[in-house]
């Protein structure tokens, strides 16, 4: 499946204004209710777990054959969302099945201790005269949910997240872009068998607090291999924070399981422009990878459009934290009228407690089309999870802007990175790190560490660079046969790093 098609469909949906067409059929709730505590889907999940898969029945052929043109005529009416008309400070509105989402996700409102479902009504939407008129039975639901509060203006509900397709959800921080998605769950991620997409099945929103800035939303997940259950505390703001705790539940031996997964899209910039013709300096929704590893490195690797599937793995044991990151900040560094790519948040992933060993994963898929999430990473624990084994984890990610609080140690980042090639033969690369307090006057107190592997290159050359104030590290390589080169930088100051490590993999193109 191309998720950038969901992602597109998905944005289509949530542009059109909430508030252009009246409506009188709000979400309903079902008269039947069932306890509902702490424990509630774990149990459900545990249960599940001990019986063989059973997919979710399709919708009907006809919904699922709708195109995307015909998706975008039907739309959730705003005026009809959950909570509309009382004084809880969340709107959550649904969305239609059908195209990209063959099945439906059953949901819940929690409130005092009882979980009733939400009726399917196809009242809450409105459609044009060009919808077909499709038929309607007992397999129908609602395909996914979008999140609304007062985030910039009081009675003006903005929306801050969606979860939809699969187990993929996304957020942003105020006044942001989507960009990148996150999954509940990545499983055998780029094995030559074929990956394998878990599912948020059913959804639990309790009702907050009439003060409360923050919505909790359960999830359940099914899958061949696995099951799982979710907790998501989401608070909003300029910063959105979603603090996640699950309890997986494996039916099958895991052996590839990527924890706290990130989806994005990297078509090209600085180090590769040679391949696109383009009008825009780049196209990416995020373009590093941030690490802070165990033993308190903090590591920076750009990410790359290959020419061939490549797959990197950090080993590493307690990390404290990684992410994808979009650097680039101003509407120049894209030129992008429509995209939008320099507002789009960057996520960052904290363990909630000691993970033990395992390897951050980077997957870098081919792409010649910006259509395409070609970059997945996550974390990938070093021993496999046993068929009918529990493994519990939490995490909190940050969707914003500049959401990293880890460098405060190690306060010079990596802004950007080019390459390219030089008349005289090789290649130059150009690192520019940002200026700070911290960075001597003085360039040559600073000490250059540049590893190339087998490839010949030359010593580092540091100046300062007078459009960002801060220093830039540029050396020459000959790649002479090799298909492909890892280098490491960083800059040093009395013994110490100064700087983040810079690493980075070239292919031959």
């Known amino acids: 499946m191309i998720r950038r098609d969901v992602l597109k469909a998905i944005a289509a949906l949530a542009a059109l204004p909430a508030t252009a067409w009246a409506g009188d059929n709000r979400l309903a709730l079902k008269e039947t209710a069932a306890p509902f505590g702490p424990d509630t889907v774990t149990n459900r999940a545990r249960i599940l777990a001990s019986k063989p898969y059973a997919p979710r029945p399709m919708i009907p052929e006809a919904w699922r054959k709708l195109t995307y043109d015909q998706y975008r005529q039907i739309w959730f009416d705003g005026r009809n969302a959950l909570w509309e ?3 809880v400070p969340q709107r959550v509105d649904v969305f239609p099945p059908g195209l990209y989402f063959p099945q439906a996700v059953a ?8 979980a009733r479902p939400i009726a399917f009504d196809m009242g809450v939407f409105d459609r044009t005269d060009q919808f077909p008129d499709l038929p309607v039975d007992d397999t129908l639901g609602y395909s996914g949910l979008r999140l609304r509060a007062e985030l910039e203006k009081q009675g003006i509900f903005q929306e801050y997240a969606v979860f939809q397709g699969a187990s993929y959800f996304r957020g942003i921080g105020t006044g942001e872009t989507y960009g990148l998605s996150a999954r509940g769950l990545a499983l055998k991620t780029g094995d030559p068998a074929g990956e394998e997409f878990p599912d948020f099945t059913a959804f639990w929103l309790e009702r907050p607090a009439a003060d409360s800035n923050s919505l909790v939303l359960h999830a359940l997940l099914d899958s061949p291999s696995c099951t799982g259950a979710y907790r998501f505390e989401i608070t909003h703001g300029p910063v959105l924070q979603m603090k996640v705790r699950a309890t997986l539940f494996a039916r099958e031996e895991l052996t590839h399981l990527g924890i706290a997964p990130l989806t994005s899209m990297f078509l090209f910039d600085d180090t590769m422009r040679q391949r696109f013709s383009d009008f825009r300096p780049a196209v990416h929704d995020s373009d590093g990878l941030l690490m802070h590893n165990g033993i308190g490195e903090v590591i920076w690797r750009p990410l790359s459009n290959p020419l061939n599937l490549q797959i990197s793995s950090f080993v590493d044991n307690n990390p404290r934290g990684f992410g994808l990151l979009q650097r680039k900040r101003q509407f120049s560094d894209f030129n992008d009228l429509e995209a939008l790519y320099h507002n789009r948040p960057a996520v960052w992933i904290t363990p909630g407690e000691d993970w033990g060993k395992g390897a951050v994963t980077l997957v870098e898929i081919p792409a010649d089309l910006e259509i395409y999430d070609n970059i997945v ?15 519990k984890m939490s995490y909190t990610m940050h969707w914003g802007a500049d959401p990293v609080a880890v460098t405060a140690d190690v306060p010079v980042k990596v802004l950007n990175t080019a390459i390219g090639g030089r008349m005289e033969g090789g290649q130059v690369v150009v690192i520019d790190f940002a200026p700070g307090p911290e960075v001597p006057e003085d360039l040559s107190e600073i000490e250059v560490v540049i590893r190339g592997g087998e490839v010949p290159l030359t010593p580092g050359i540091l100046q300062r660079n007078p459009e960002t104030n801060g220093p830039r590290l540029a050396f020459t390589f000959q790649p002479e046969d090799a298909a492909f080169a890892e280098f490491r930088a960083q800059l040093r100051l009395a013994g110490e790093p100064l700087s983040e490590v810079w690493l980075y993999r070239w292919t031959r193109t």
Request: proline share 12%; aromatic share 8%; charged share 20%.
């Open 85 to 87: 008309g009382t004084d």
């Open 107 to 114: 949901m819940h409102v929690v409130a005092e201790g009882e």
């Open 377 to 391: 990473s996550y974390w990938r624990p070093a021993t496999p999870l046993p068929a009918g084994a529990e493994h």
